[in-house]
């Protein structure tokens, strides 16, 4: 391969999916962490997907474990390229392989998996996480790695040094080689010309085919080994001297961003940091720009409707109006009021209603007289009339519902006492 370019077509993408994602819960109680809902229309894995798309990339295996139903519906029926170009999006689902075990880390879930690499051949493996919120030109990635002559390379973001604590920090020398893994220290090193930023691991790497293999075969044979890739794989292969580069995300130059999206990445790991990433899609100028057509993120199309906004009764304040939000297909706003809110397909705010800084999941449906502050209401809830929520966590939480840093997780199938219509 040239040092400055890559075939595309000898890229194989595998994507790490499996997680349970116990820090979502309850909105992984029923389905996998990359399959949550986001940004009204999307699954958080219809993000990476659209950046290996985006980026020309169509050879794609989805690593799925842990209650995969929903993600494998949504990658079957949605993610469908064309065979005819040798291109494809596949669920891969845990078979046990190599033994009785289900996967214990990420990097036995390759292991485990390694068939699809020894079948497609390819030159480089992608390997990322299916549940962050970024935009990544990958060729830049794959450019990178090429050019350094690398087994593997790392996608790293500058952090403040504050915060770094909370990450796995990579130890690099002047050149981005990487010297050194520090997993979630409490000191951990600056980056180089910097000593007010580290930089974290993004948990995206890219690996030659020769060397994935031979790794994830040695880790499989060594007990004490976590099987991860950040843990024992790339901190071992560090320390046998072998080429292993720091990619910078912060240089990725998406087409059609701006400078405000440049870097932009989000661990949406917890409620509020979910709550969180919603909520900076609705600012007036968003660092994760949903509207760039040169960088679209894709999904199924829906058969639904426009949203409808209906009544201006202002005397009886019976408006239908919707302020800094989003608001999806299938949606009627009905005399309601919603400000700084994500409505996701098939939505229904009945007259007289609030509903801000909140997130509702696939056809809920909001009472008259109801209303939500900082809430996360999941697929199908129905709200009764003259409910209250979010104003009062201790009532919340007597009613069963999870309340994080101020944010109020109504789960699916919950029972909702109201008002009588």
Not at 115 to 126: C, F, T, Y
Not at 157 to 169: C, N, R
Not at 377 to 399: A, R, W, Y
Request: glycine residues 8%; charged residues 25%.
């Amino acid at each position: 391969m040239d040092a400055l370019s890559f075939d595309p077509s000898q890229v194989l993408v595998m994507i790490l999916a499996g997680g349970e994602g116990k820090r979502l819960y309850p909105l992984t109680l029923d389905r996998a962490k990359p399959a949550v809902p986001f940004g009204g229309r999307y699954r958080i894995i219809d993000i990476v997907l659209s950046n290996f798309v985006n980026s020309g990339m169509a050879k794609v295996k989805i690593l799925t474990q842990y209650k995969s139903a929903s993600l494998d519906e949504h990658i079957a029926r949605v993610w469908r390229l064309s065979p005819i170009l040798d291109q494809f999006i596949e669920a891969v689902p845990a078979q046990q392989r190599t033994g009785k075990t289900w996967y214990r880390g990420s990097a036995d879930a390759v292991f485990q998996c390694q068939h699809v690499i020894l079948d497609e051949k390819p030159e480089l493996v992608a390997i990322f996480g299916g549940d962050h919120i970024y935009k990544m030109d990958v060729r830049q990635m794959l450019s990178y790695h090429v050019a350094k002559n690398a087994e593997a390379t790392v996608a790293v973001i500058p952090v403040p040094k504050a915060e770094a604590s909370d990450f796995g920090v990579i130890e690099i020398d002047g050149e981005g080689k990487i010297l050194a893994f520090h997993e979630k220290v409490k000191d951990p090193p600056a980056m180089p010309g910097n000593p007010n930023m580290c930089l974290a691991s993004m948990g995206n790497y890219v690996f030659s085919k020769d060397a994935i293999l031979r790794e994830v075969n040695e880790d499989s044979t060594i007990d004490a080994s976590e099987h991860d890739f950040g843990k024992n794989i790339l901190p071992r292969m560090v320390q046998a001297g072998r080429s292993v580069w720091a990619y910078d995300f912060a240089t990725n130059k998406v087409p059609g961003e701006d400078e405000r999206g440049n870097g932009y990445w989000r661990d949406v790991g917890t409620i509020e940091a979910y709550w969180r990433a919603q909520m900076d899609l609705i600012e007036i100028h968003p660092s994760f720009n949903l509207y760039n057509k040169r960088w679209p993120i894709r999904t199924g199309v829906t058969h639904d409707p426009p949203a409808k906004f209906v009544f201006r009764d202002e005397a009886q304040a019976r408006v239908g109006i919707a302020t800094d939000s989003l608001v999806s297909h299938g949606c009627i706003i009905s005399g309601g009021r919603i400000h700084r809110s994500v409505l996701s397909v098939g939505c229904r705010i009945n007259s007289f209603s609030e509903v801000e800084e909140s997130v509702l999941f696939e056809g809920v449906q909001i009472g008259r007289h109801t209303r939500l502050r900082r809430c996360i209401v999941d697929k199908d809830v129905t709200i009764p009339s003259g409910v209250e929520i979010g104003f009062n966590h201790e009532l919340d939480k007597q009613k069963g519902f999870t309340v994080e840093n101020g944010i109020v997780v109504i789960p699916k199938k919950a029972k909702i006492d109201g008002l009588s219509t």
